[in-house]
């Protein structure tokens, strides 16, 4: 080897220090260069919403009383009463530039849609609003769906209230309704105020299924198929006597055989980066809307949980919407768009984004159809036996979760889907949130929607709440 000499050294040093600045200056001729092609502004801001904060201790195992639980929403609120005070730490997202990501989105107008469509009128039924250069926009709202839709919130009056329903082949927004007690009800539909609860599921399914889990591969439990604690997350042969399909669990919304699932075949890694993939914690395109932002746990009882749907997640029925037709629609999802032609000039198809791989969103596809034939949204969707859509195959998924941590109570209920399963005409996504009392829930909001775009007809009853009857033992 060749020794330098002093002279030579700091030569080879002044090389290599002109070849690095060399580098570095036409990565940063290259970077502005980028910045000057895509001058489009930083998208999406996250909202402070008033959204349910859990942190009670964990409790310990009762096992006869996890055994009773029934029904999603009593079942979920029994897990998010166990939630424990363990820090989760938050997504490491990477900001992920817009002409990257997006590639494919040509933006025109579709900026001005929301605020078009506060101040539209229905003119010979359709919707229309002055652009701020004085022509006229006709909108993609359905006006007989909005108001079908519209007058169910108002004749029900939940707490609050959001649907939202496009066509997922598309993109066009068909309906945006909206209701709230206290008359504060506009942005409800793009504000990421409410819990997602087990909508995540359909997060987690998706990358169960992206790691090589089969629908049909069973896991086993005990103790309850609702309820999350540290003990039943590994397998015990001796204990575990009921078994689930993944497949099954979706449909029945089962939060320990998702939990079980995760902490078996994913880490907090890998369900960050499913959820960035599903538009959670980045920009969604350039809409006006809130960043849906998602908080996984690092492992253990905390990473269980999130992947259950008990994390910290937030999510706007816009993005719900958009997530159910990205699935329906084979995996891509398509810029929400309010604007159908300006001055009879149609516009443009807007942008896509593939979400998740063709097969991923099959296989989902079928697991959302058993929630509605099958598990928990099957109350809602049928009546005296008989299929409320008739022939119309929906596929679904369910979420609900109550929060005693906040005052007053609040009782949060989720339906995202779409219909015909097989070919879809329409997403939708409905969130209702009650108090103590309640009349009506997210599935029958949804199934509404679903009807009148599909079938027709007036608006139908909810289903009626099932009392739970207690047998009394006699007194001798």
């Not at 490491?92 to 469509?117: E, F, I, R």
């Not at 009128?121 to 022509?135: E, F, I, M, N, Q």
């Not at 329906?328 to 198809?349: K, M, R």
Request: a positive charge; hydrophobic letters at 45%.
């Amino acid at each position: 080897m060749t020794k330098l000499t002093p002279p030579r050294r700091l030569l080879a040093v002044l090389c290599v220090a002109a070849v690095a600045a060399s580098i570095t200056f036409a990565a940063r001729a290259s970077q502005k260069a980028q910045l000057s092609a895509d001058p489009r502004p930083a998208a999406g801001l996250a909202g402070d919403g008033p959204g349910a904060t859990f942190d009670p201790s964990e409790p310990e195992e009762d096992p006869r009383a996890l055994e009773n639980a029934v029904g999603e929403a009593e079942a979920e609120q029994l897990a998010a009463q166990a939630l424990d005070g363990g820090t989760a730490q938050p997504a490491q997202v990477l900001a992920v530039p817009a002409a990257a990501a997006n590639a494919v989105v040509q933006h025109t107008v579709h900026l001005q849609g929301l605020s078009l469509w506060r101040n539209a009128k229905l003119v010979d039924g359709a919707y229309v609003a002055k652009t701020d250069d004085g022509r006229i926009a006709h909108l993609t709202i359905d006006a007989k769906l909005q108001a079908q839709m519209q007058k169910l919130l108002a004749i029900y009056k939940p707490d609050e209230a959001a649907l939202v329903a496009l066509d997922p082949r598309t993109g066009r927004v068909l309906a945006i309704a909206e209701y709230a007690h206290d008359g504060k009800s506009e942005g409800l539909a793009t504000r990421a105020l409410y819990p997602a609860a087990s909508i995540f599921k359909i997060i987690t399914g998706a990358a169960l299924l992206e790691h090589g889990v089969s629908p049909a591969t069973e896991t086993c439990y005990h103790g309850g198929m609702h309820g999350i604690v540290s003990n039943l997350l590994t397998d015990k042969p001796r204990l575990d006597s009921r078994c689930l399909s993944l497949s099954m669990a979706l449909a029945k919304s089962a939060n320990v055989v998702f939990a079980k699932m995760a902490v078996k075949h994913l880490d907090a890694d890998s369900l960050r980066k499913e959820a960035e993939k599903f538009l959670f914690n980045r920009p969604i395109w350039d809409q006006p809307m809130d960043q849906s932002s998602a908080t996984i746990g690092d492992k253990g009882l905390d990473f269980a949980k999130s992947a259950a749907g008990f994390g910290q997640v937030k999510l706007s029925p816009l993005h719900a919407a958009l997530i159910a037709g990205a699935v329906g629609n084979g995996g891509v999802a398509y810029e929400p768009s309010l604007i159908d032609a300006v001055d009879d000039e149609q516009e443009s198809s807007t942008g896509s984004m593939r979400l998740l791989r063709t097969e991923t969103a099959v296989a989902l596809r079928d697991m959302m159809k058993l929630t509605v034939s099958q598990g928990t949204a099957s109350s809602s969707f049928r009546e005296r036996r008989k299929n409320l859509l008739g022939d119309i195959a929906v596929a679904g998924k369910t979420g609900s979760l109550s929060s005693h941590n906040e005052h007053p109570f609040k009782d949060y209920s989720w339906f995202v889907g779409f219909a015909p399963a097989d070919d879809p005409k329409i997403a939708v996504a409905a969130v209702v949130v009650n108090g103590l009392k309640w009349r009506i829930h997210a599935p029958f909001v949804a199934r509404e929607a679903l009807r009148a775009y599909l079938v027709g007809g007036t608006i139908g009853q909810p289903p009626v709440a099932r009392a739970r009857h207690v047998r009394r033992r006699k007194h001798r």
